[in-house]
């Protein structure tokens, strides 16, 4: 299968490339990432001097989304990224996947304000909408699975679970989508692009194929969405 074969070349690069010693977690690896995004940021914005308003709302988005997610790994962390990644893991995560998205930053402010489809404020005014609203849901999705699956373990199927078999996900790539949205170039679509299709759909496909030992399975994918109700 080749969700299967992709997952395991993931698992590979991120967590054991090169061997040796595994000296951090792979959160660690994820965390020094997302809490250096608003200190990044704010560089940028001082040695660019770019006082706009779609800059300092992206800083604000992004950067604030990095510390909602240090919040929730020292509230719930996900236990499946405390696994140790090598040396090389760490890094290959941290500059191969990661490390693009501070690029959507650099676009952000060392160029002029993009046009945008629509009135800027109006643009914004969306962009900050889906942001928060997909934070709201991969928040929400992350806390009652891992406080579901600590007091009874199997197969969630209501709550921000009812319609959508992965909303974690789905807030997640609602998230990034607001930051292109913001920075209107054609890197940042790759870039997640390329995650989604590489990374989170692999990793989707097996977690369906092991959530599918759950006798209530058949019947829970039948009247449930992948990620968004009634379309996908």
Not at 58 to 81: E, N, S, T
Request: charge should be positive; hydrophobic fraction near 50%.
């Amino acid at each position: 299968m080749l969700a299967e074969r992709l997952a395991k070349l993931v698992n590979h690069l991120s967590v054991d490339l090169f061997g040796g010693p595994r000296p951090w977690r792979f959160a660690t690896v994820v965390n020094l990432q997302k809490g250096t995004m608003l200190p990044f940021l704010l560089g940028l914005a001082a040695w660019t001097g770019n006082g706009s308003t779609a800059a300092w709302t992206y800083l604000a988005l992004h950067g604030g989304y990095g510390l909602v997610w240090l919040l929730k790994d020292y509230a719930f962390p996900d236990p499946r990224w405390q696994v140790r990644a090598t040396i090389g893991g760490g890094l290959a995560s941290l500059i191969g996947v990661l490390g693009w998205y501070s690029a959507f930053g650099w676009l952000m402010f060392t160029r002029p304000t993009p046009t945008y489809p629509l009135a800027e404020p109006y643009w914004l005014a969306l962009c900050v909408l889906i942001n928060v609203t997909g934070t709201a849901i991969m928040i929400a999705a992350d806390a009652q699975k891992t406080f579901t699956l600590r007091a009874k373990p199997g197969l969630i199927t209501d709550g921000m679970f009812r319609y959508v078999r992965h909303p974690n996900y789905l807030g997640e790539m609602m998230i990034y989508a607001s930051f292109a949205m913001l920075v209107q170039h054609w890197l940042p679509w790759v870039v997640l692009a390329a995650v989604w299709s590489l990374v989170f759909a692999p990793s989707l496909v097996m977690k369906e194929k092991s959530l599918s030992r759950h006798a209530e399975w058949a019947a829970y994918r039948a009247r449930t969405s992948w990620l968004i109700p009634g379309i996908l």
